[in-house]
């Protein structure tokens, strides 16, 4: 059976959707078979950053309410043979997904799939809700600002009281993803350094994401950025943390220095 990961946050625009692309094709390129879940009805942007926009037919609504089979709403990419997308509707509202519907699709796709990765919507409404129901592991992702990292600690909160793990007792896996980070301007004070996010969120970080237009550039042409680039800095980070979302060992090294953030919280400590 596969695992399900929500790829969550509770402030828009903090790269969720760029994340969930990224770290799907990482997945998919160690072999293993991956799909990618839209859950932002209305919206619906992981389709364009994974290029396939003009390839949807039918969606996830389509299938939740039997207008589709599973089979024929899947899209798979045309670069990675064991990734493949659910996209969402542009049409519909949230208010069309029901819990029911939700649940069956994500057991369909946890028979077929070593990963199911789900891109929710920012925020506590509904659509999200549903999209961390079934969730085996949170990847929460955050900018290095005050007002990022206070929603995601609400998030934290929904995960550990909406959740079908949460409701049986069971510890929900919980992960942070910190985009958009630049050295430079945290040690200026501009933004939250590494370990006062770490402090404010205390949930393991699983990868530091690098400010750069390579990200822009992918989503632009269509593609995640661990494909468009492989080693460009997000890329490599992005491969990182998919390699330790399945269980490997990697310290975590923060963008533009050379010691591990374990050295330096370490290091911090003593003085």
């Given at each position: 059976m596969?695992?399900?990961?929500?790829?969550?946050?509770?402030?828009?625009?903090?790269?969720?959707t760029?994340?969930?692309?990224?770290?799907?094709?990482?997945?998919?390129?160690r072999?293993?078979?991956?799909?990618?879940?839209?859950?932002?009805?209305?919206?619906?942007?992981?389709?364009l950053?994974?290029?396939?926009?003009?390839?949807v037919?039918?969606?996830?609504?389509?299938?939740?309410?039997?207008?589709?089979?599973?089979?024929?709403?899947?899209?798979?990419d045309?670069?990675l043979?064991?990734?493949?997308?659910?996209?969402?509707?542009?049409?519909?509202d949230?208010?069309?997904?029901?819990?029911?519907?939700?649940?069956?699709?994500?057991?369909?796709?946890?028979?077929?799939?070593?990963?199911?990765?789900?891109?929710?919507?920012?925020?506590?409404?509904?659509?999200?809700?549903?999209?961390?129901?079934?969730?085996?592991i949170?990847?929460?992702?955050?900018?290095?600002?005050?007002?990022?990292?206070?929603?995601?600690?609400?998030i934290?909160?929904?995960?550990?009281?909406?959740?079908?793990?949460?409701?049986?007792?069971?510890?929900?896996?919980?992960?942070?993803?910190?985009?958009?980070?630049?050295?430079?301007?945290?040690?200026?004070?501009?933004?939250?350094?590494?370990?006062d996010?770490?402090?404010?969120l205390?949930?393991?970080?699983?990868?530091?994401?690098?400010?750069?237009?390579?990200?822009?550039?992918?989503s632009?042409?269509?593609?995640?950025?661990?494909?468009?680039?492989?080693?460009?800095?997000?890329?490599?980070?992005?491969?990182?943390a998919?390699?330790?979302?399945?269980?490997?060992?990697?310290?975590?090294?923060?963008?533009?220095?050379?010691r591990s953030?374990?050295?330096?919280i370490?290091?911090?400590?003593?003085?």
């Amino acid at each position: 059976m596969g695992k399900v990961i929500v790829v969550t946050s509770g402030k828009g625009g903090v790269g969720k959707t760029t994340s969930t692309a990224a770290l799907g094709a990482a997945l998919a390129k160690r072999n293993e078979k991956v799909v990618v879940v839209d859950f932002d009805v209305g919206l619906r942007n992981l389709d364009l950053v994974m290029g396939a926009e003009r390839r949807v037919v039918y969606d996830l609504v389509n299938v939740i309410q039997g207008d589709a089979k599973l089979p024929q709403a899947l899209i798979r990419d045309k670069r990675l043979e064991t990734l493949f997308l659910l996209p969402a509707s542009q049409t519909r509202d949230k208010d069309n997904l029901t819990a029911e519907g939700v649940e069956q699709v994500i057991n369909e796709l946890k028979k077929y799939f070593d990963w199911i990765i789900c891109d929710s919507p920012a925020g506590i409404e509904r659509g999200a809700t549903l999209a961390m129901r079934h969730a085996d592991i949170a990847v929460i992702v955050t900018n290095p600002e005050v007002s990022s990292v206070r929603d995601s600690d609400r998030i934290i909160g929904l995960l550990d009281s909406k959740t079908l793990k949460a409701e049986r007792g069971e510890r929900m896996e919980k992960h942070l993803l910190l985009t958009r980070y630049d050295t430079n301007r945290a040690q200026r004070g501009d933004m939250l350094k590494v370990e006062d996010v770490l402090d404010i969120l205390s949930i393991p970080l699983i990868g530091i994401i690098p400010e750069s237009m390579d990200v822009l550039r992918a989503s632009n042409i269509g593609a995640p950025v661990t494909l468009a680039d492989a080693r460009c800095a997000p890329a490599v980070a992005y491969f990182e943390a998919a390699r330790r979302l399945a269980g490997e060992q990697l310290p975590v090294t923060i963008p533009g220095e050379k010691r591990s953030l374990l050295e330096k919280i370490f290091a911090r400590r003593a003085a």
